[in-house]
């Protein structure tokens, strides 16, 4: 079987409130992030949260927009890869005195109908432009071509999205992750019901038809099932504390308005293979990568990518992805890390 993981990060700041520095926050763990991928040559991919970045063209260009800009384009120079991820929330977002004020206009489909941004597909294609006017500046053979839902939200007007996706080019989803369930107050996410098979493609007419051969290749992110046995999450809170990051700002979900029936799937939803949860080990994220590679060892290919944000991530999180790494090399050797772009080129060649 051929292994091919894609370092992900979605690169964006505390969505509710910033409590530090946009320095702080996002471009300094993304440079940290960036120099362990350097040092260890692998390329990683920044989902980047573009209309965030363009509400502060408006409001703060000189000390968010441009730092952003620049490091995205260092990001492409260094071989790395940049791709589209979407908050829609900043749409509609107040800045005052400093700071932001955060819509509840969370998902894409609170926009389906509107007029004043185009509907979904005005939105979508407002992003895209946004990258490529970025990114095009130092690579004029740039391309968008992979999404990340914002709070991974391709739902209820999922038809919608992925025609839209579709049309502008985009070839690659990574939004879906096996069996993970989130509810808040203005968000739900239901993937426990997905293709049982490592990678499909998604068309807006068969969108959970695994026997789709067009359409956008669905490259999820890493997870596995709880098991009853696991220590209890609050209590890994407490006792991995010392691992904590700084807390640079605020959630934007508000969780009291959810029912009991949600939270009990959320106790038992997957979980991620991810860099910035300090209460996972070296061991644990590797039990993750074993169980999809024993779960799809009839494939010839699994595909998978892992989820990080590096405003979560600390001194903790770089030392649990440089290991990772290293033993990922170790105990699989034909793995590949790839970009979606490196992907591209790879079945283009074909």
Aim: proline share 4%.
């Amino acid at each position: 079987m051929k292994i091919k993981l894609f370092l992900t990060f979605d690169h964006e700041l505390p969505l509710g409130k910033l409590k530090t520095s946009y320095e702080s926050s996002l471009f300094e763990p993304t440079q940290k992030v960036m120099d362990i991928a350097n040092e260890l040559g692998v390329g990683i991919t920044l989902f980047t949260d573009i209309l965030c970045a363009q509400r502060f063209y408006e409001w703060d260009k000189m000390n968010f927009y441009d730092p952003y800009k620049n490091q995205l384009q260092k990001a492409l120079k260094s071989g790395h890869d940049v791709q589209l991820h979407i908050h829609p929330h900043w749409l509609t977002t107040n800045y005052k005195n400093g700071a932001y004020f955060p819509s509840t206009d969370f998902g894409l489909s609170d926009f389906v109908n509107s007029e004043e941004f185009g509907g979904i597909g005005g939105i979508i294609t407002q992003g895209i432009d946004g990258i490529n006017n970025i990114c095009k500046e130092v690579n004029s053979d740039y391309k968008c071509l992979a999404y990340r839902a914002g709070g991974y939200n391709i739902a209820p007007a999922t038809k919608e999205i992925f025609q839209s996706l579709y049309k502008n080019g985009i070839c690659y989803d990574s939004s879906m992750a096996h069996g993970f369930y989130f509810k808040s107050g203005m968000s739900e996410v239901d993937f426990r019901k997905l293709p049982n098979k490592p990678n499909w493609f998604v068309n807006s007419e068969n969108l959970r038809d695994a026997s789709n051969t067009h359409g956008i290749l669905e490259i999820p992110i890493a997870c596995i099932p709880k098991t009853l046995f696991e220590i209890p999450t609050a209590f890994k809170m407490k006792k991995y504390a010392y691992r904590a990051p700084i807390n640079h700002g605020q959630v934007i979900h508000i969780q009291n308005q959810v029912d009991k029936i949600a939270k009990l799937k959320m106790l038992f939803s997957s979980r991620m293979l991810s860099f910035d949860n300090y209460t996972l080990s070296l061991k644990y994220l590797l039990r993750i990568l074993d169980y999809n590679v024993l779960k799809h060892n009839a494939h010839d290919t699994l595909m998978l990518s892992i989820i990080s944000h590096p405003k979560s991530m600390g001194k903790y999180s770089f030392e649990l992805m440089k290991s990772f790494i290293q033993e990922v090399y170790r105990k699989y050797p034909n793995v590949e890390f790839l970009t979606y772009t490196q992907l591209h080129q790879q079945t283009s060649t074909l």
